[in-house]
């Protein structure tokens, strides 16, 4: 049986990277969050003082580093060359300059290469555009959506509950305006394949939408 590429999209605070990272674990495949691959590249825009508004050498940036993705689901890190910047990602100038780069074109053709490299061999892929771009003949795809309240709710939790100066409400407003420049973006918009399973977990534990996602993929499949 040749390896599986099960490829999921969605918004901010769907719930991409946790049932990627269980369903990964549940079929013993590698599991790629795209979206710490853009974190990278924001890093190193920022560590480098480069102004985002200067697409060309944000691209060139893009195009020189060596990014990788090493471990397990529960402890995956992302890598710069040999240095592990998993936790220099998550912090919020990075998540704010993610959101930037990520729209620029040419940084986006840089990473889905790497993406498609690293996917090749079986994978579980999360981010944007992955079902359309990355790997539209991927084996399962999948959209993952819910209420726009909820996944706010979601990320404060996630990211900003032990942060005072962060209100739920300024949550929202920051992962509206986001939702609005990835659909509009010119390119790799996100958008619903076409033949995508849609599922919107609004109201729904993480476990039932496992479930639900897992019975999806046994139905045609010897997983």
């Known amino acids: ?17 946790t049932l990627g990272r269980l ?9 790629l969050d795209t979206g710490s691959m ?3 590249v924001a890093l190193a825009t920022l560590e480098a003082h480069i102004d985002p508004k200067d697409k060309d050498a944000v691209i060139k940036l893009a195009e020189s580093l060596d990014i990788n993705l090493e471990g397990d689901p529960d402890s995956l890190r992302t890598l710069i060359g040999a240095r592990d910047v ?9 998540t ?4 930037i780069v990520s729209t620029i074109p040419g940084v986006r053709r840089a990473m889905v290469a790497r993406q498609r490299e690293l996917g090749r061999r079986g994978a579980v892929l999360n981010g944007r555009d992955i079902t359309t771009v990355v790997f539209p003949d991927a084996d399962y795809k999948f959209f ?24 739920l409400a300024e949550t929202l407003a920051d992962m509206t305006e986001r939702d609005n420049r990835d659909m509009t973006r010119a390119d790799s918009p996100l958008k619903i394949a076409h033949d995508a399973i849609v599922i919107d977990s ?10 639900e996602m897992m019975a999806k993929i046994k139905e045609d499949s010897q997983v």
Do not use: W
């Not at 369903?23 to 599991?31: G, N, P, T, V």
């Not at 704010?96 to 959101?99: A, K, L, R, W, Y």
């Not at 993952?144 to 942060?163: G, K």
């Open 23 to 31: 369903i990964s674990r549940a079929l013993k495949l590698l599991y």
């Open 202 to 211: 609004t109201g729904k534990t993480i476990e039932q939408v496992f479930q």
């Open 96 to 99: 704010e300059m993610s959101s």
């Open 38 to 40: 853009y974190r990278a």
């Open 86 to 94: 998993s936790e220099l990602i998550r912090m919020e100038a990075v």
């Open 144 to 167: 993952l959506t819910a209420d726009a309240r909820e996944r706010a709710q979601r990320r404060f939790l996630e990211e900003y509950a032990n942060h005072p100066e962060t209100t």
């Open 1 to 17: 049986m040749p390896p599986l590429i099960i490829a999921i999209d969605g918004p901010s605070g769907s719930g991409k990277s």
